[in-house]
């Protein structure tokens, strides 16, 4: 499914394994997290200043498309952090000797290892930004979790060396990779997603357009494949993980999506995820876990009928099977 979409935006790691989830048949929260720890998918930097889940056949071409675009965005970040190409340099001489062999450290452990190279690590900030530039230089990546704490490793030791790409060959699979999976979409859609330029994501597109078909509307052309079908079935219901790629993946969210109604409902608590019925944004939801008990609190955006409640009520019920917890609803 990685594979499939991509990339999947991953910061938020319990709704990112639910993104996965929810596309697949009978997952479980611990099959996902089985093939994390296993290295099968890795989270790293990739795309845009943020984690995603990438398959690792998939993440040393990614990182060479992507990762310079990644750099230019948060340079003016690095330079108000003192962070240049010598820290870097240092860090992450100290990180492979640290890492090397087959070790597994935590970012705290990762900071003990760099204070002890003379490397100053004051500051949240300032650890964060030299731990994801060593991601964004293919020198680490996500190691298994250590009950919850994540770790790094060496990507050179999880990932086997694999020839390079050409520029032109990474654009085309990326692009095909987009428009196939998340299509209908735009090509904006795809250079936000990507945080490729509009010209290189415009180069992808014209690669592989004669595989896409295409429509116009409202003077937007989406492009998807020709495979893509029309669901006609009754009240289907979604209860997505937040910075899903229902969402995230778009620039443009307006055919889904109001913006006013979520910017009021996601006001109070920005990490509010939203519930789809019928492709379109209906509600917001949260998620408050008690052992073994999970309670899924729903604020909608209007009333709803009968037939809205059962589809939501059986969206919510596959979420708690997937994280194998008893449910509980509450209704705004």
């Not at 296993?38 to 200043?49: K, N, Q, S, V, Y």
């Not at 087959?102 to 900071?111: C, F, I, S, V, Y």
């Not at 979790?145 to 790409?165: C, G, H, I, N, S």
């Not at 492009?223 to 219901?237: E, K, N, Q």
């Amino acid at each position: 499914m990685v594979r499939w979409l991509g990339a999947v935006q991953a910061q938020d790691y319990p709704g990112a394994k639910w993104a996965l989830g929810l596309r697949m048949q009978r997952a479980r929260d611990a099959d996902i997290e089985a093939a994390f720890s296993d290295g099968r998918i890795l989270r790293t930097h990739i795309m845009r200043p943020t984690w995603h889940f990438v398959a690792p056949a998939d993440i040393r071409w990614m990182l060479a498309l992507t990762a310079p675009r990644v750099s230019a965005a948060i340079a003016p970040r690095h330079r108000r952090l003192e962070l240049d190409a010598t820290v870097f340099r240092r860090s992450q001489r100290a990180m492979v000797r640290a890492l090397r062999g087959g070790r597994q450290l935590t970012r705290q452990e990762l900071r003990v290892v760099l204070q002890r190279a003379g490397i100053n690590t004051d500051g949240v900030q300032r650890l964060a930004h030299i731990v994801m530039q060593a991601e964004l230089d293919a020198v680490i990546c996500s190691g298994p979790r250590r009950a919850k704490q994540f770790t790094y490793a060496l990507l050179d030791e999880r990932v086997p060396m694999v020839r390079a790409r050409s520029r032109d060959d990474s654009l085309t699979d990326l692009a095909r990779r987009y428009f196939t999976s998340h299509g209908p979409a735009q090509l904006h859609d795809f250079a936000w997603w990507s945080g490729l330029s509009v010209g290189d994501a415009r180069v992808g597109l014209a690669a592989v357009e004669r595989e896409l078909v295409h429509e116009n509307t409202d003077g937007r052309t989406y492009w998807f494949s020709s495979s893509i079908r029309t669901l006609t079935s009754g009240r289907t219901a979604y209860v997505l993980p937040v910075f899903d790629e229902y969402l995230i993946a778009y620039k443009d969210r307006s055919a889904a999506l109001d913006a006013s109604l979520w910017k009021q409902m996601a006001s109070g608590d920005p990490f509010t995820a939203p519930i789809v019925v019928n492709g379109a944004v209906v509600a917001g939801w949260k998620r408050i876990q008690r052992s073994d008990r999970i309670t899924i609190a729903l604020t909608p955006f209007t009333r709803f009928d009968k037939r809205h409640v059962a589809a939501i009520t059986d969206a919510a019920h596959a979420y708690a099977r997937f994280v194998d917890a008893d449910l509980e609803l509450s209704w705004s």
